[in-house]
């Protein structure tokens, strides 16, 4: 049976008993099809309702009557008569268009279908079958488009039944389902198709049955027996079926295969997603210059979008080398590497193959993280072997390791910023199904270039700072032995490890006549230059301590060294204590006021003039003078820097209050009070460095 034959089975009632009762509104009545039975002399003796609506007469009006006479023209009589007796004589029927008379005057265009009949007592009757012809040719046309546009059509175009098993599909369709239409015929969706949603695309029928409210372009997933490995997409639209009387005679189903367009849009999805990978990364690789949590960073931006399990190992040569550079070597030695992170998707024993954080590790050439590094170039297998697995692992148990992980796909990324190889970025798949792609290798590449140059920004950083902090640390005076009527405390804290080394410093400084000079000062800005800067002030000021001069005139000549120290400005109190008078002369540049804590009162703020800051020069300033202050055996002059006190989320009258409280309390030695200081106010995180000087007057 072809397929238009299929569909005209299609269109029609599905009948799965012997016998039913069909309502009206089927194909004959829409053709309305007359039946008239004449006996052998030509009268009318059986006259069919459609009979009477097509032709006017009724049947008392009919009955009996010659045909001829009733129904035909006198111009046609003899025809009419010498084909009723070659019906009647032969037995041969006869087809075809005749005009009749209608009961108004009118004639009418009727197809016929005539045959002879034979009753029980071997009489002869002609039966005669008649349609209204411009309806026929209507539905002949209707029909014949129909088909022809079926048949054609690229769309696949099936008939379900009302038990929603095929009863007719198009060639279209069985191209898309890669089945022949006998195949499919008589059986079910779930049963047929390669649907991946099969099972409830067969429940959206039976509510489009129910419902008779169409389903329109529902996109579905799944795989053809002539292309098993790659997945197609189709879009799929359902419509409820019924006969001109309303009656339901099952489901069309159309198929569009939009693969193409289906790849196409997910194709452009993964790249906006990689989009925003990619920006993604920009936000999250680089928060701080601390370059393992540079690395971290990286390995968690990896997973689980890119891989399942990341690690990030660089060169050892590139946290310790002398000049800070990798070292050259040769292609086929091996390597000191230090993993930096690990980060996976989800908990794996795969984890366990890699290096932990902090370890250093020697790296055979043959393995592909070396390989990577030596030729600074990617390095992918899609699927992973047996011996792919041991040229990743360290050793055998890690790689008996990945493969009980079920690792199946890996990627090596150099690190390389600045024009050199820092180490790489592994990455490794395992419950992802999907191998590596080029397109995956981009995107590494990608994240690997951006987390590189933050890499090498915080491997710089970390040795500048390290320069920066040993310069500071050997400019940090030692406390003199013998202090005439003193004990002094000291302590002195850099910034937080991601933070630049400031220019916080203190000194203790004998003078003439059994006199001490106490200074804290701090260079304004961080690094290696605010370093040199604040030794250059130290070095001045034990230089001008020496000459006695006022505390007011030592700043101001500080003013003007600082001032040719562009473009640092510092703060800096300088208080010089005489045992002999028991008093301490003060004056303050911009720094913040001094705590003088005395037996059995509370501690309080020395009310001294500001002052301008070191290098401003006075203007728009207080002029810098000096003020002396009693001070008796047992009372403690606490100088300090603002990274003692100074917080971003508080305000500086509450932070010195606290300071204040804190000194309420005596320690046993002032160390212990340096040391409960910045324990209570020092906050691990603060961007800024600290520098503490207390003294104590002893009397003796």
């Known amino acids: 049976m072809g397929s238009a034959d ?150 696949g175009l099936a008939v379900l039944g009302d038990d929603l098993r095929y009863v007719a599909v198009n060639p279209a369709l069985e191209r898309i389902g890669g089945r022949p239409a006998g195949d499919l015929i008589g059986r079910s969706i779930p049963e047929t198709l390669p649907f991946g949603d099969a099972e409830s695309l067969e429940a959206a029928m ?5 419902s008779g409210a169409p389903l329109l372009d529902r996109h579905v997933l799944g795989r053809v027996p002539s292309d098993p490995v790659g997945e197609r997409a189709w879009s799929v639209s359902l419509y ?23 790849r ?103 393995r592909l993280v070396t390989q990577c590094v030596n030729t600074a170039r990617p390095v992918t297998i899609p699927r992973l072997g047996e011996q792919d697995l041991r040229d990743i692992a360290r050793d055998s148990r890690a790689a008996g390791i990945l493969a009980e992980a079920g690792v199946h796909s890996y990627m090596a990324v150099p690190l390389i910023a600045r024009g050199e190889v820092l180490g790489a970025l592994d990455l490794k798949r395992a419950r992802n199904p999907d ?64 933070s630049e080394v400031g220019g916080d410093w203190f000194d203790i400084i004998p003078m003439d006549r059994e006199r001490t000079a106490l200074v804290v000062g701090d260079v304004m800005g961080s690094g290696i230059n605010a370093a040199t800067a604040m030794g250059r002030l130290r070095t001045a000021t034990q230089t001008l301590a020496r000459l006695a001069l006022d505390p007011a005139v030592v700043l ?23 045992p002999h008078r028991a008093q301490c002369c003060i004056a303050n540049a911009g720094h913040l006021p001094p ?44 100088l300090y820097t603002d990274g003692l006190v100074e917080t971003r989320d508080q305000d500086i009258d509450v932070r010195l209050n606290m300071l204040l409280d804190l000194l309420k309390t005596a320690d046993a030695t002032l160390g212990e009070t340096c040391d409960r200081l910045l324990h209570a106010l020092r906050r691990p995180d603060a961007p800024d460095d600290v520098a503490l000087l207390l003294a104590r007057v002893t009397g003796s």
Request: include cysteine.
């Open 6 to 155: 299929l569909f005209r089975a299609g269109l029609a009632a599905d009948r799965r008993t012997d016998a039913a009762l069909s309502p009206p509104g089927g194909l004959m009545d829409v053709l309305a099809v007359a039946a008239v039975v004449l006996d052998s002399q030509g009268r009318i003796v059986l006259w069919s309702p459609q009979a009477e609506e097509l032709l006017g007469y009724t049947p008392q009006e009919a009955l009996g009557q010659y045909a001829a006479q009733l129904l035909v023209a006198d111009e046609h009589f003899d025809l009419v008569l010498s084909l009723f007796q070659q019906v009647m004589e032969s037995g041969q029927g006869w087809e075809g268009v005749f005009r009749v008379r209608h009961k108004d005057g009118s004639t009418r265009l009727l197809e016929w279908r005539n045959m002879r009949l034979q009753d029980d007592l071997g009489g002869y009757y002609a039966l005669g079958l008649a349609t209204d012809q411009p309806t026929l040719r209507r539905v002949e046309r209707d029909l014949a488009l129909s088909v022809r546009l079926v048949d054609q059509s690229p769309i």
């Open 206 to 210: 039976r509510e489009v049955l129910a």
């Open 240 to 262: 409820r079926l019924e006969d001109p009387g309303g009656r339901v005679l099952g489901i069309a189903l159309s198929v569009v295969d939009v693969t193409d367009r289906h």
């Open 264 to 366: 196409a849009a997910t194709e452009a999805e993964r790249a906006r997603r990689r989009l925003a990978l990619v920006a993604d990364a920009s936000v999250r690789i680089g928060t701080t210059l601390d370059l393992e949590q540079t690395a971290r960073e990286l390995a968690d931006v990896a997973v689980p979008e890119l891989a399942d399990v990341a690690a990030v190992d660089v060169l050892d040569s590139v946290l310790v080398g002398p000049d800070g550079r990798p070292d050259r070597r040769s292609d086929d030695a091996p390597m000191l590497i230090r993993a930096l992170a690990v980060a996976a998707a989800y908990p794996t024993v795969a984890v366990e193959a890699a290096d932990r954080p902090g370890e250093l590790a020697r790296y055979d050439a043959g």
């Open 435 to 498: 191998p590596f792609t080029e397109d995956d290798v981009l995107l590494a590449t990608e994240f690997a270039a951006r987390a590189a140059v933050c890499i090498d920004n915080a491997r710089w950083y970390r040795q500048q700072r390290q320069t920066a902090l040993t310069l500071q640390r050997s400019m940090l005076p030692e406390t003199p032995e013998h202090l005439v009527g003193l004990e002094v405390a000291s302590r002195y804290q850099p910034a937080r490890a991601n």
């Open 556 to 578: 101001r000549h500080l003013d003007e060294i600082t001032a040719g120290l562009d473009p640092y400005i510092a703060t800096c109190m300088y208080a010089v204590y005489d």
């Open 595 to 638: 705590v003088l804590v005395r037996s059995g009162c509370a501690p309080r703020l020395l009310d001294l003039p500001t002052g301008t800051p070191l290098g401003v020069g006075g203007v728009g300033g207080v002029a810098l003078r000096s003020i002396t202050v009693g001070i008796d055996p047992g009372d403690v002059l606490v």
